[in-house]
């Protein structure tokens, strides 16, 4: 990096927060038809926090994006997305606490200004649709809202933002790349998968060896558990083995590629390995934004249900039931969060080879 010059220049507080423009930008509707309504402030200003917020997050999707952006990502870095991933987490922190300020106001009071603001919504946050689309939710993951493309409540520039970011990288795809790239799944005679599949197989056997052999389970108690067990082991089957695992893929139950499943799979078994050690974390951290923003939509929900009932929302929507979709269905990391169903308890892992074990640990030499 350059090392510049740092000048000194000198700016008043108010004028380098642009707090003029800031402080006013809240015009109550309620207000200007002559009938104010004291909560309005807060609605406003609630939604231009969120959307100041926003707008970090995705300052930071950017920049994890070009982290993973040029085919080839410096391990030293990871660490960086790890820490930018937590600090997204920490500021979704922020906004599911936040929706306690908002539920401060009643139904009731809503309603004194909620006809000023139709039909603005919230569906039309294009900053939300941006940080959607940077971390990686396809259009045809979308739940279907007014028969419509969801784009479709934006002007033309707005369409046109959201073509361009659809076409662009996003951060599931590039960390699917990278996933693809790990160099150790087949190392020499080592080959992961097929030595896993094997302690997978061991492990169902003996488990069902134990449910067959308990003399504590009714006949067909086993039998429904046996049946359990033979729906997980399909599971498996489904997801390690290429061909099923890309059928899977061309009918949309699963995202995450054969390859870098594996790769998830292998990083998240052998965590402690020095090497793969933030790999691991940054994993982690993926599935905890994704959960975060399941946890903020469903929350969302809950207070739209407080405040509207079944009442449908300013945008349109079916409001509750439709929100309480997108939680559901507006994962993009699922397949992230599968890899546990993948695991086997320890015991079950097929050992490292030695020379393996070092290339995956950090040592120094001096010659
Ligand atoms: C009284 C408070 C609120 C109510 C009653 C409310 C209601 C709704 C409703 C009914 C929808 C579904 C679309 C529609 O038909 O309008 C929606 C969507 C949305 N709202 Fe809110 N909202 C409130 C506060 C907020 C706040 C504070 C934010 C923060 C920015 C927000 C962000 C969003 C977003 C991003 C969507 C789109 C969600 C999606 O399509 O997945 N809302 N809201």
Redesign the pocket.
């Known amino acids: 990096m350059d090392k510049k010059d740092i000048k000194y220049t000198s700016i008043h507080y108010q004028d380098y927060l642009q707090l003029d423009k800031i402080l006013n930008a809240q015009a109550l509707r309620s207000e200007e038809a002559q009938n104010p309504a004291h909560d309005e402030m807060l609605?406003i200003i609630?939604?231009q926090v969120?959307?100041l917020w926003?707008k970090q997050i995705v300052h930071e999707l950017h920049a994890l994006i070009d982290d993973f952006d040029d085919g080839k990502v410096d391990e030293r870095n990871i660490g960086i997305s790890v820490a930018r991933l937590d600090r997204i987490l920490k500021i979704q922190g922020l906004l599911i606490e936040?929706?306690e300020v908002?539920e401060t106001?009643t139904a009731l009071d809503?309603l004194e200004f909620r006809s000023y603001l139709f039909p603005a919504?919230?569906?039309q946050?294009i900053q939300?649709r941006e940080i959607e689309i940077l971390l990686g939710l396809r259009r045809a993951e979308r739940?279907n809202?007014l028969n419509a493309p969801?784009d479709v409540v934006f002007n033309e520039e707005g369409k046109k933002n959201i073509k361009n970011w659809e076409s662009n990288e996003n951060l599931f795809t590039l960390i699917e790349d990278w996933l693809e790239r790990t160099p150790f799944l087949n190392w020499k005679d080592f080959d992961f998968i097929n030595l896993y599949k094997e302690s997978v197989n061991k492990m169902f056997d003996q488990e069902k060896k134990a449910i067959q052999e308990t003399s504590i389970l009714s006949p067909e108690n086993k039998k429904a558990r046996i049946q359990n067990l033979e729906h997980s082991e399909d599971y498996f089957l489904q997801v390690l083995s290429y061909e099923k695992h890309e059928e899977q893929i061309q009918k949309g139950t699963l995202k995450l590629s054969y390859k870098a499943t594996v790769a998830a799979l292998m990083i998240n078994l052998y965590r402690e390995e020095p090497i793969l050690w933030q790999p691991f974390n940054l994993l982690r951290k993926l599935i905890e934004v994704d959960q975060q923003f399941t946890v903020w939509?469903n929350r969302?929900a809950q207070?739209?249900m407080r405040?509207?009932g079944n009442k449908?929302?300013?945008?349109?929507?079916?409001?509750?039931k439709?929100?309480k979709k997108?939680a559901d269905k507006?994962h993009v990391f699922r397949d992230f969060y599968h890899i546990a169903t993948l695991l086997v308890p320890r015991q079950f892992i097929p050992d490292l080879p030695e020379d393996l074990k070092k290339s995956l640990s950090f040592y120094f030499t001096n010659h």
Do not use: A, K, P
């Not at 449908?312 to 509750?320: D, K, N, R």
């Open positions: 609605f609630t939604h969120y959307e926003f936040q929706i908002m106001m809503f919504s919230g569906f946050s939300f739940e809202y969801y939509r969302h207070m739209v405040m509207l449908m929302g300013t945008g349109g929507s079916s409001g509750h439709y929100l997108t507006h």
